[in-house]
């Protein structure tokens, strides 16, 4: 006998969170210095536990990730057009337009849903400054050649690596490769901050200009010298990374452990596709996605299924950016035809270090009957 309905809603994502004493231990240096923002103790314990963390030299905190990606983009000072993906989140081509770039979407593979580094270099045109390719739910680019093509071209390879948060490739941190790499600890991701985000990156030279540029420009009492925006993380939301930073490892083991329990349940059913495992990556198991092709229900279908049984799965990342309102005048979704398919395909299923294993036999359950 089957269980028919979660007892009680089950989202996407559920955000972990330290034992509420631990934080409020943390606010009360806060209340007697009144320093609450503004690269303040916090803020600088927080960048070097990251530096840490994430074996990176160089690494820059801003209040969020889209923030972070949009800043570094200035930073490096591009012109033209920027190589990106429509099958991310908004803020990916957000942050290239918001800069008075002009995005060209190159199509995704459909193995791991990452940039097809096949179609790549014919989108090179010698207006190209950048390549920003998104890791998406966790995948790795394919960066030896992104890397080869971007050198061959001289373009800045900019990742967006918001679902990355602390993988490995070949045991070094995903935010060696690349010119840059940006981490986003908004609440709903694998690490959090409450909101926030950081860049690493290898030249150093690109710290004063970021620091620079997420503080209005100001660099001095009496001088402003570039056009910058707010993107300063606050104490608050350090003191939150800080804590955060003690579990994530634990967090991950228990998604890992999820995953495994979707991954055998719905491994090697006709017309359901699951993301292959590089065995040169060391995963966090931020997202679960399932590609229903030629299943005998489709996404959709399951989507509602699930919805009825209070599960909440995501069609994540439904529709493609290209498809968007905002830019559906100047792009269509048929340019990249496997970033339009599979976002019609995919569903994310509910997966969070404090999921229950009897809702993920559940989910298989439904999707399986
Ligand atoms: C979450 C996310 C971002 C933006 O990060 P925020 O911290 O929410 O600003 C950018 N790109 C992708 C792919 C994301 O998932």
Same mark, same amino acid.
């Given at each position: 006998m089957i269980k028919e309905k979660a007892d009680h809603p089950i989202a996407v994502t559920r955000s972990s969170l330290p034992p509420l004493e631990e934080y409020v231990e943390m606010l009360k240096p806060l209340w007697e210095s009144a320093w609450l923002t503004n690269m303040g103790e916090y803020h600088r314990e927080f960048a070097e536990l990251l530096k840490q963390y994430l074996q990176t030299p160089n690494l820059e905190l801003f209040v969020n990730g889209h923030m972070a990606l949009e800043l570094t983009l200035q930073a490096m000072g591009l012109h033209g057009e920027v190589i990106t993906t429509p099958f991310s989140f908004a803020s990916t081509t957000h942050a290239i337009v918001r800069n008075g770039l002009t995005p060209v979407f190159c199509d995704i593979n459909p193995v791991d849903y990452t940039l097809d580094v096949d179609r790549l270099e014919a989108l090179v045109t010698e207006r190209t400054a950048a390549i920003v390719p998104v890791h998406v739910y966790g995948n790795i680019c394919d960066m030896d050649r992104i890397g080869e093509i971007a050198n061959r071209h001289h373009l800045k390879v900019i990742y967006d690596?918001?679902? =990355? *948060?602390g993988e490995t490739y070949d045991g070094r941190g995903i935010g060696q490769y690349g010119d840059a790499s940006m981490f986003s600890f908004h609440a =709903?991701?694998? *690490?959090?901050?409450?909101e926030g985000g950081a860049v690493a990156f290898q030249d150093e030279g690109l710290a004063g200009v970021l620091y620079e540029l997420k503080n209005f420009g100001i660099t001095g009492y009496e001088s402003v010298d570039s056009v910058g925006a707010n993107g300063k993380m606050n104490e608050f939301q350090a003191a939150m990374g800080i804590l955060n930073l003690r579990r994530v490892d634990e967090d991950i083991d228990r998604r890992r452990a999820l995953a495994m329990r979707y991954r055998e349940r719905l491994a090697g059913t006709e017309g359901i596709r699951l993301c292959p495992e590089n065995p040169r990556v060391r995963y966090n198991y931020a997202y679960m996605p399932v590609v229903f092709d030629g299943y005998r229900k489709d996404r959709d279908q399951i989507f509602s299924e699930l919805a009825d049984a209070d599960i909440h799965a995501r069609?994540? *990342?439904?529709?493609c950016i290209n498809d968007f309102k905002c830019y559906r005048d100047r792009y269509h979704a048929e340019d990249t035809p496997v970033a339009s398919r599979i976002s019609r395909q995919v569903l994310t299923l509910p997966l969070y270090a404090?999921?229950?294993?009897e809702i993920v036999d559940l989910i298989c359950d439904i999707i399986l009957r």
């Open positions: 690596a918001a679902h =990355t *948060f =709903t991701k694998v *690490f959090h901050s409450i069609k994540y *990342f439904y529709p404090q999921l229950e294993p």
